[in-house]
């Protein structure tokens, strides 16, 4: 394949002290995280340009063709794996080598710079996504991931099925019926959790990824390249 001629997305996520980890544990939170990358490739198929891969037992990175899913992306990244909180860091720019059908033997600015965001994510214990190289965006993207991060480690169990339903765009009487609690029990727990709260941030999360980082895709390569 040739090299892409417009930036991409590098997403990279790591597992926080996995060394930790047993060797008894360890088989089974390695099939949890081949079964997360797995889901992640599945759910996000139309928005990937090279499939999510683990690179080194405890890290995988893939290539995202636009900021659009980003949101979604990271509240499954932070909900679905329970084993290990996961940094990730995710860099904006161009490739310098061939695109893949995988996202191995890549690099290039893009690559680059989501190494770098996932250091700081180490150096700074930041969760939720650490954004670098976007077009200038990077601190006020940032500061809504730490924002919404932090939102989400607070949710007990139920709140997160109650947040994951209504995500899916069910009624909380349809979450209601799901879950098998009172529709007034969902409504409480909605009001406890600050649903409305947390999704008028993630709009504002993704009118900025639409507004300002999409259009950006295909614009401005001198820019992105002077970082190679």
């Not at 636009?66 to 161009?94: E, Y």
């Not at 649903?195 to 259009?215: G, I, K, M, Q």
Request: charged content about 25%; some cysteine; hydrophobic content about 45%.
């Amino acid at each position: 394949m040739s090299i892409p001629n417009r930036p991409c997305i590098a997403l990279i996520a790591d597992m926080v002290k996995s060394r930790e980890l047993t060797r008894a544990q360890r088989p089974a939170v390695q099939q949890r995280f081949q079964e997360l990358v797995a889901f992640l490739n599945k759910k996000y198929q139309n928005h990937i340009l090279a499939r999510f891969v683990i690179t080194l037992g405890d890290e995988f990175q893939g290539l995202l063709r636009s900021a659009t899913p980003i949101p979604d992306l990271l509240w499954d990244i932070d909900c679905r794996f329970s084993d290990r909180r996961l940094r990730v860091g995710l860099g904006f720019g161009l490739l310098d080598t061939p695109l893949q059908k995988e996202a191995v033997n890549i690099d290039g600015p893009a690559l680059h710079f989501a190494r770098a965001a996932i250091e700081i994510a180490a150096e700074k214990r930041s969760f939720g996504g650490v954004f670098l190289g976007f077009a200038g965006m990077d601190s006020v993207l940032n500061g809504l991931a730490r924002l919404l991060s932090f939102h989400r480690s607070r949710l007990t169990a139920q709140q997160r099925r109650i947040a994951e339903l209504l995500r899916r765009g069910r009624s909380q009487s349809e979450a209601a019926r799901e879950l098998q609690i009172s529709q007034q029990a969902v409504s409480k727990q909605v009001l406890a959790f600050g649903w409305w709260p947390y999704t008028e941030a993630e709009s504002a999360w993704r009118l900025l990824f639409d507004r300002y980082v999409n259009p950006n895709f295909g614009k401005n390569h001198a820019k992105y390249r002077r970082h190679r």
